[in-house]
């Protein structure tokens, strides 16, 4: 068994690639082999609109652009389990996550009625989102309404309702005094670390467990 964690932030030391690194753990700890890609390391574009994806006669369905992508979606297919994370900017995912996620989810899905998805096998998948919100502001603001689009798509594709895990209220650096950051408390973004992302770090580790279980 193996799971693959695709790391959609910048920050390889960051909240999402620590989180991500606790779902590995937790796969670990089944006997799973874990393997952690940092997007960000690679040479990639979004979808071209080519739609040689959409051919008659292809053998597989997949994304036909030769890039740094192109190894890693022959792993992710390998694989069996999947657990994305991405930092939330400007109320979505981000864009190198968006782009990641056209070319794997679009090539899979050809335009049948009868056929939804053509993905050669059931992948049970998790998602992790980091924000600078609090849990108040994300519900307030309709954030879930935002990602669902994409939640619904993997769904579709991959067979399986993903997990998902919010990690709200996040330390985005270290020294606020150092930044423009005036509406916020360093203060109480330290508490509120120190009390809750310890409990987010442990429903990423067991999400590890069940994703591979």
Same mark, same amino acid.
């Given at each position: 068994?193996?799971?693959?964690?695709?790391?959609?932030?910048?920050?390889?030391?960051?909240?999402?690639?620590?989180?991500?690194?606790?779902?590995?753990?937790?796969?670990?700890?089944?006997?799973?082999?874990?393997?952690?890609?940092?997007?960000?390391?690679?040479?990639?574009?979004?979808?071209?609109?080519?739609?040689?994806?959409?051919?008659?006669?292809?053998?597989?369905?997949?994304?036909?652009?030769?890039?740094?992508?192109?190894?890693?979606?022959?792993?992710?297919?390998?694989?069996?389990?999947?657990?994305?994370?991405?930092?939330?900017?400007?109320?979505?995912?981000?864009?190198?996550?968006?782009?990641?996620?056209?070319? +794997?989810?679009?090539?899979?899905?050809? =335009?049948?009625?009868? #056929?939804? /998805? *053509?993905?050669? !096998?059931?992948?049970?998948?998790?998602?992790?989102?980091?924000?600078?919100?609090?849990?108040?502001?994300?519900?307030?603001?309709? +954030?879930?309404?935002?990602?669902?689009? =994409?939640?619904?798509? #993997?769904? /579709? *594709?991959?067979? !399986?309702?993903?997990?998902?895990?919010?990690?709200?209220?996040?330390?985005?650096?270290?020294?606020?005094?150092?930044?423009?950051?005036?509406?916020?408390?360093?203060?109480?973004?330290?508490?509120?670390?120190?009390?809750?992302?310890?409990?987010?770090?442990?429903?990423?580790?067991?999400?590890?467990?069940?994703?591979?279980?």
């Amino acid at each position: 068994m193996k799971l693959i964690a695709i790391n959609g932030s910048p920050r390889k030391k960051g909240n999402t690639a620590t989180l991500l690194g606790k779902v590995l753990e937790g796969a670990a700890s089944c006997g799973a082999e874990t393997e952690l890609i940092h997007l960000y390391e690679h040479q990639y574009k979004g979808c071209i609109s080519c739609f040689g994806c959409k051919r008659k006669g292809l053998d597989e369905r997949k994304c036909l652009i030769k890039d740094e992508l192109a190894p890693i979606y022959e792993k992710i297919r390998e694989a069996d389990a999947l657990v994305l994370g991405s930092p939330i900017y400007f109320m979505n995912i981000n864009s190198g996550m968006a782009a990641f996620l056209e070319r +794997l989810l679009y090539p899979n899905m050809i =335009y049948s009625r009868e #056929i939804p /998805t *053509v993905f050669p !096998k059931v992948m049970p998948t998790g998602l992790i989102y980091t924000m600078n919100m609090k849990k108040e502001q994300m519900e307030q603001f309709g +954030l879930q309404n935002n990602l669902q689009s =994409y939640q619904n798509y #993997i769904k /579709t *594709v991959l067979k !399986k309702e993903p997990e998902v895990l919010y990690s709200c209220n996040t330390v985005q650096f270290s020294g606020y005094d150092k930044y423009e950051s005036s509406m916020f408390s360093e203060e109480e973004k330290l508490n509120y670390r120190k009390e809750q992302f310890p409990v987010d770090c442990n429903y990423a580790f067991e999400m590890g467990k069940k994703l591979i279980q």
